[in-house]
């Protein structure tokens, strides 16, 4: 009765919230305008801004000429402070969360500051942006008639008065108490640290509730229905959860993880929702089923702009407004936030499928491609050609990252593809011959320099054993949610040791 109860009153909430989604549609930038003053009027109170003659800004153009565009390694001194407990540097006050973003294999993780406005205005309001979505879909759902499930991270102490984790973690724990009956697992067990004993037990907690939706990366959420379907020896996940049926996903793209999903999740009744939500900030939510495209929520905190892709690697790039990029173009994402991430690269490559409204997908990250050839390959192309692949030769991919071949002696060049699979294709030499297709097709600068084999010639294709992927990342002690290989890489650092793992451990 309490859950019906909530979720009719959310259902009435939710189609108030509808209201400034419609607003994103048709008045995106006067949503940009406020949200760039109401950020300037912070900026003028930190270190930071008094250090760059904040008080000089009165439009956009000047903080464009007078903000230096920043990536982490530029601002870590002033984040190292923040941890350390001084207040007003990036943002007013004193901030005492932070995103630890583990990101790929880095050797180095990320601190992204969490202020109290960024965790509200936007983490927040996004969560709420991506429900009234939902309902606005689906009148009937019941989100809040059942129980939720969220792959989150872990806390730690850093100090006295500053915690870090992941922001999925972040968000649980400062979750008011009255939202906490609608989730599962117990939030001891959602923030434990050791990610195998978190899955042994979400999983045993989980399989005796009534879950409607799920979320998390795609990776993560396959291991856990492995073990739930272990557990109770079930054939699907609905056959767990007979009343789920949505899953909002985000953190890779979604593309070769599409046929598992069907297997785990049978029916036609399944939506599945895309999101861009980073430690930096939660960008954009998918409002439309079965299309490409994430909407960009435009009244959360965070002030866009964008570089064009042939300027990402100059000293410095110019930058365009919201309503200067054009349809069908790649940028490097620029943002300023309500955490003191000051026109800042989150470091991801987003193609805009629609300018009215402002959709957008990630195609890329910055630092994650292949162009030693000059083939200009990004992740939304590898995604594409290996579903495409996969539906026309059979095979279910677990996971795979690609790397150059380079030119030696007389040999061309070419990619090499490390790919484990869920269910191996029944032809793999057809299954190498059909994903070099499709690439080609899809991505007009490789199939040029594959024109004849004259520059690169055909992928090659090697098969990585079970768990490989997973169970080099743990070799790592990169474990968890937040951590991943990078799908493309511009040389062959990880391929070579994913190649030695394998070789060691045969």
């Not at 294999?105 to 979505?133: C, G, Q, R």
């Not at 806390?155 to 968000?171: F, H, P, R």
Request: charged fraction near 25%.
């Amino acid at each position: 009765m309490f859950y019906s109860f909530f979720n009719t009153l959310i259902k009435g909430y939710l189609k108030y919230r509808k209201g400034r989604i419609q607003n994103m549609y048709n008045a995106p930038h006067d949503m940009q305008n406020e949200v760039f003053h109401a950020l300037l009027s912070k900026l003028k109170t930190t270190e930071y801004g008094k250090k760059h003659q904040a008080n000089l800004i009165r439009n956009p153009d000047d903080f464009k000429n007078i903000i230096p565009i920043t990536d982490y390694e530029s601002l870590f001194p002033y984040i190292n402070r923040m941890m350390e407990g001084e207040t007003d540097i990036l943002w007013p006050g004193k901030v005492q969360w932070f995103a630890k973003s583990s990101g790929t294999t880095n050797d180095k993780s990320k601190y992204i500051p969490i202020s109290e406005d960024n965790l509200f205005d936007n983490h927040v309001a996004a969560s709420w942006d991506a429900m009234a979505v939902l309902y606005s879909n689906r009148p009937d759902a019941r989100i809040f008639d059942g129980k939720n499930l969220i792959m989150g991270g872990s806390l730690k102490q850093w100090n006295k008065d500053v915690t870090v984790g992941d922001v999925s973690a972040i968000l649980l724990h400062r979750m008011p108490s009255v939202g906490r009956p609608f989730y599962t697992p117990d939030f001891e067990t959602a923030l434990l640290s050791d990610w195998e004993e978190k899955i042994e037990k979400m999983a045993t907690q989980c399989i005796k509730e009534d879950v409607v939706m799920f979320a998390g990366v795609p990776t993560w959420t396959i291991v856990l229905f492995k073990k739930i379907l272990e557990i109770t020896g079930k054939n699907n996940i609905r056959e767990v959860w007979p009343n789920v049926k949505t899953y909002f996903h985000g953190g890779v793209g979604f593309d070769p993880y599409v046929e598992q999903f069907k297997t785990f999740l049978p029916g036609e009744d399944i939506e599945y929702y895309e999101v861009y939500n980073a430690s930096e900030g939660y960008f954009a939510v998918q409002d439309r089923l079965h299309e490409k495209g994430m909407l960009l929520l435009l009244d959360n905190a965070i002030y866009y702009e964008f570089i064009p892709i042939s300027s990402m690697n100059d000293k410095n790039p110019s930058t365009l407004s919201l309503e200067e990029v054009q349809e069908g173009e790649d940028y490097c994402i620029l943002i300023s936030t309500s955490s003191g991430l000051w026109r800042y690269k989150p470091g991801d490559v987003v193609r805009f499928v629609s300018v009215a409204p402002y959709r957008v997908m990630v195609s890329g990250r910055t630092k994650h491609f292949i162009n030693v050839f000059g083939e200009e390959v990004m992740v939304h192309n590898t995604d594409q050609a290996l579903k495409e692949t996969c539906d026309i030769c059979g095979g279910i991919v677990s996971d795979y990252t690609v790397a150059p071949i380079f030119m030696q002696d007389k040999n061309k060049g070419g990619h090499e593809w490390l790919i484990e699979f869920e269910k191996m294709p029944e032809n793999p030499s057809l299954f190498e011959k059909e994903l070099d297709i499709r690439l080609r097709l899809v991505n007009s600068d490789y199939d040029a320099k594959r024109h004849k084999d004259i520059a690169l010639q055909s992928l090659k294709l090697s098969i990585a054993p079970e768990h490989t992927f997973q169970n080099w990342l743990k070799s790592k002690g990169r474990i968890g949610g937040q951590s991943k290989i990078p799908r493309l890489s511009n040389n062959r650092k990880y391929l070579d040791e994913l190649i030695d793992f394998i070789a060691q451990n045969k």
